[in-house]
């Protein structure tokens, strides 16, 4: 089983940063990989950056050159720093964590209950 506690959203001005945070409690589940989403209003959700156990990193082309993504050596954390903020963000930023549920040898994902960010003009 894994829970995932989001935090650090919020109200942040166009060009302003934020940083979202993330931390997994697990029992009996090894986490292969965490991620970011987010569900702007009446659109669908969509995949910002996902990080694996050893390291690999891939960004949502929006999130590029904006965003970083990062973790701690163990896989129970991941952070999203999010800089040079627009409207357009503004959204609920889902954690995601996908791994292998040691009791029933399955993989599966299991998602936070999302942080909202909002982005002032």
């Known amino acids: 089983q894994v829970q995932l506690r989001e935090s650090g959203g919020g109200l942040a001005q166009a060009g302003g940063s934020l940083r979202l945070s993330c931390l997994a409690s697990t029992r009996m589940f090894h986490i292969n990989s965490m991620a970011w989403y987010r569900q702007g209003p009446g659109k669908q959700r969509e995949l910002v950056a996902d990080?694996?156990?050893?390291?690999?990193?891939n960004y949502a082309d929006f999130a590029k050159d904006r965003f970083s993504i990062s973790k701690d050596s163990g896989l129970n954390a991941v952070w999203l720093q999010m800089n040079s903020l627009t409207p357009d963000d503004a959204a609920v930023y889902y954690c995601?964590?996908?791994?292998?549920?040691?009791?029933?040898?399955?993989?599966?994902?299991?998602w936070g209950q999302g942080t909202l960010v909002t982005v002032s003009p």
């Open positions: 995601n964590a996908k791994g292998l549920d040691v009791r029933t040898s399955t993989t599966t994902e299991v």
């Open positions: 990080i694996s156990r050893n390291g690999n990193i």
